[in-house]
């Protein structure tokens, strides 16, 4: 079974370390050796796992618009978030960056007068200068996430939602702001208006990601921010290779698109996802979050403490499962994977 | 008076803070403020010192052939050793790089599969970084130098000797290295047999090295490898802005041109200068320098222990000063370097 994840930062990355773990039915994983690929080429997926007697993989598409250029380096925080969760580097206290790192760079630069208001530990500042250095060297965004995924073990196959220049730019009662300037320098207060993404037109899904969807027997969107996580990777993705557009519901037609959902008893776990539901005029909540996606998911995930917006939910034609969704340890993040895949087994 | 000192690393470092920390005859020192200064016009000397009722400053004119590239930053090494050295941040065990720096991005980098023999620690990459970004901006090497220098208090100016690629190449027994791959990779150990410069016939030196050297009183060629540290500053400085070509022994013409001997009872204090010297065909000696500055420099100084060359020297017709060359503490930099300056005013 193939499964492809959509994921934004902290809470993809946890639903995706669960997904890479999983217990049964991901039981019996057989990993291929690890091979370098062409470019256009589909990485080939390095986890591996028979369900039923089909081997399959797990990829995850991550959104790159929070991208941005930090001191001339790309930096990509999404996509490192995933890296650093599913490489067993992350400082789980932050959710962002390497567990231990130390700020030495970060404290010179202060010193020398350059702007230093994204915390970028020294660890973490190699990733971006090896990445940089690769761009510059002509490799694209996916195989420079490649080189360093394989270099930390992971056995997964992670993918940057595209290779070419996309910018999620938050208009504030503030003014346009670069997402990282709206999240971290501004740490989310500014009030938003509205969402656009600067390269939209041009942008392009990479091969290796319509490839992916298209070999896809399921789908899962990750409890990330629909606005600023899952939006960006939908708006680059080609309608048709989104399977289930012609399977409704998905009885017997298409193939499954799950969402879990990062609105949990009206909040959202981590960020500012619930206040922008509320400041783009939505009552935060699991059914915002489903009828945000109405028209595109079948299966919904919703946690306990929700379990009374099951109905209507159901009601925008998605099959619904309503579990613990809040996921602290490891074994949270496992549990809830198994669980969501053995959810849309039954339709894929 | 105004002293201009041309240094590569580590010796250059050593008397260029003796310069600016030198007691009588620089006492008195008057700091005009700081000042941002426009493309192409020297930075107003930030080191100034009466003498004689005359307002001067101290600028160090630095080699960049050993730049290079480190995963797309560009990496100066002398002008660091210099800057971290006048900042008081240099590690005076290594000569190189920080003071008590860590190392937790090299070693990230060596986990990402990445090229990591060039040692470079978490607070100097920052300079790198920083440096890089500026260039990138379209900043010259000189306005990055500056900004630096400035950033970290250092009470003079330091220039590169150029703003254009200029590469120190070796050719060895092992072939045609870069001087980094050279120096630190191979650890000087491959037989030198001859030292060209790439981008020497495009490279010029810039409007601030030339306006310096128009404008000093004396000329203080720091105890640097004569080879791969001076000869690179001298091949791109147009040789009418040298004061002494017409000066002779510079009894009443020219100005004067002092020359610190980097080879001390036949060693070299640091690198490969003795050695490069023996491959070369020359034995090392103080005399041997001299020999390789003749023509140009007017003012030798030697250490205690090499006095019996002094007549040679004298016979190339340069003037003489033996005394004790060794620089351990601040107290033996600020010593020589005052010597040396009281040595050129009778003639400046």
């Known amino acids: ?85 599913l490489g067993g580097l992350a400082n789980s206290q932050t959710g962002w960056g390497v567990a231990g790192d130390t700020f030495e760079a970060l404290g010179a630069l202060r010193r020398l007068g350059a702007e230093a208001w994204f915390n970028i530990g020294d660890r ?31 056995q997964a196959t992670l993918l940057p939602m595209t290779d070419d220049r996309f910018r999620t730019m938050v208009e504030t009662d503030q003014g346009t702001l670069e997402f990282q300037d709206y999240f971290v320098q501004q740490r989310w207060q500014p009030v938003i208006r509205h969402i656009h993404f600067d390269g939209v ?9 319509i490839t992916a969807l298209q070999q896809a027997d399921a789908i899962i969107i990750a409890p990330s921010n629909p606005f600023v996580s899952v939006d960006p990777i939908l708006k680059v993705t080609p309608t048709p290779t989104l399977p289930s557009h012609d399977g409704g519901g ?3 037609g298409g193939r499954p698109i799950a969402a879990v959902s990062p609105i949990v008893g009206g909040q ?52 619904t499962l309503v579990t613990d969704t809040i996921m602290q340890s490891v074994e949270d993040r496992k549990r809830l994977a198994a669980e969501v895949v053995e959810f849309v087994k039954r339709d894929a």
Chains 1, 2 share one sequence.
Request: with cysteine.
């Open 1 to 85: 079974m193939n499964i492809v994840a959509l994921a934004g930062g902290v809470g993809g990355a946890k639903l995706a370390q669960g997904l890479m773990l999983a217990p049964s039915p991901l039981q019996g994983v057989s990993r291929p050796p690890k091979m370098r690929t062409g470019e256009g080429e589909l990485p080939s997926p390095v986890t591996s796992f028979r369900d039923g007697g089909r081997v399959g993989g797990l990829t995850i598409i991550v959104n790159t618009g929070d991208d941005f250029e930090w001191h001339g380096l790309h930096v990509s925080p999404d996509l490192d978030t995933v890296t650093y969760t």
């Open 201 to 209: 037109e041009t942008a392009r899904a990479t091969p290796q990601v």
């Open 124 to 154: 973490d500042l190699a990733t971006h200068v090896y990445r940089t250095s690769l761009l510059r060297q002509g490799k694209t965004l996916t195989e420079a996430t490649q080189a360093i995924t394989q270099a930390l073990g992971i």
């Open 268 to 319: 959202a776990l981590k960020g500012p996802a619930a206040k922008m539901f509320a400041e783009l005029g939505w009552e935060p909540s699991a059914y915002a979050v489903a009828q945000h996606y109405h028209g595109l998911v079948t299966h919904f995930v919703l946690d306990r403490i929700d379990a009374d917006q099951e109905g209507w939910i159901q009601a925008l034609g998605m099959q």
């Open 250 to 252: 998905c009885k017997g």
